[in-house]
């Protein structure tokens, strides 16, 4: 939705007879987070400032609140114009997968063209992080950016490689580790345009395209 400046803009494009223009990373990416796994406020933010550094990397400008029942109002006023997309924690899935080997990290609500609610599972991810021996505040970081990813690219976004990739093995694991794990230059690009900011979408990572891997994810991320 445009605010006074947006509609300004537009009044100003229609004045001079341009009216098919479309701002380059115009909003921003609003993460309201609810934690309902009441992870410890330190180890929250440590997550947290974790997952803006990997969206960050992917071209987008992020706000994080951190939505509490002492204050309802915090997350009910976006800002003018950003995308605002919902991610709560929970302890785990309120209905269980078939699969208990390879639960999932996470889940997210939509559509080819994306959605505004996601999930991610803590006991799963300390589960995996446990077994596969990297930080679980990482690997919840990581599998929050995977659902917040299909959020902004849609329900087909799963890619042969990096955040988007629909199983993480080990190999990956180890990415993740070392916080070398990437978003693919295109989705970086789709990030940047949707809410880098006004920021040029040009302005990415170098990193080799993945290929479509589209299907149910079985270890880790869905
Ligand atoms: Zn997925």
């Not at 229609?14 to 909003?27: K, Q």
């Not at 509490?68 to 209905?95: F, H, M, N, W």
């Not at 609500?109 to 505040?137: D, I």
Request: glycine share 10%; hydrophobic share 40%.
């Amino acid at each position: 939705m445009f605010g006074p400046g947006g509609f300004l803009f537009s009044l100003l494009l229609a004045l001079f007879g341009i009216t098919d223009v479309r701002l380059v990373g115009a909003t921003e990416l609003d993460v309201h987070l609810h934690d309902d796994a009441g992870l410890a406020v330190a180890t929250l933010d440590g997550c947290l400032s974790q997952l803006r550094a990997i969206l960050v990397r992917a071209g987008a400008v992020i706000d994080i609140r951190v939505c509490r029942a002492e204050s309802p109002y915090s997350c009910q006023l976006p800002k003018d114009g950003a995308r605002v997309v919902d991610l709560r924690i929970l302890s785990a899935p309120r209905t269980y997968s078939r699969d208990v080997q390879h639960p999932a990290l996470g889940h997210s609500v939509v559509s080819e063209r994306g959605g505004v609610y996601a999930t991610v599972f803590l006991e799963a991810v300390q589960h995996q992080a446990s077994a596969a021996n990297v930080p679980w505040t990482v690997l919840l970081a990581y599998a929050a950016a995977h659902e917040i990813g299909h959020l902004l690219l849609g329900a087909n976004a799963h890619t042969a490689r990096g955040v988007m990739k629909g199983s993480w093995d080990a190999q990956d694991m180890q990415a993740i580790f070392q916080n070398s794990f990437r978003f693919s230059r295109e989705q970086q690009k789709k990030i940047a345009e949707c809410c880098g900011g006004g920021r040029e979408s040009g302005r990415v990572q170098n990193f080799k395209t993945p290929g479509s891997a589209r299907g149910r994810p079985g270890a880790t991320a869905d």
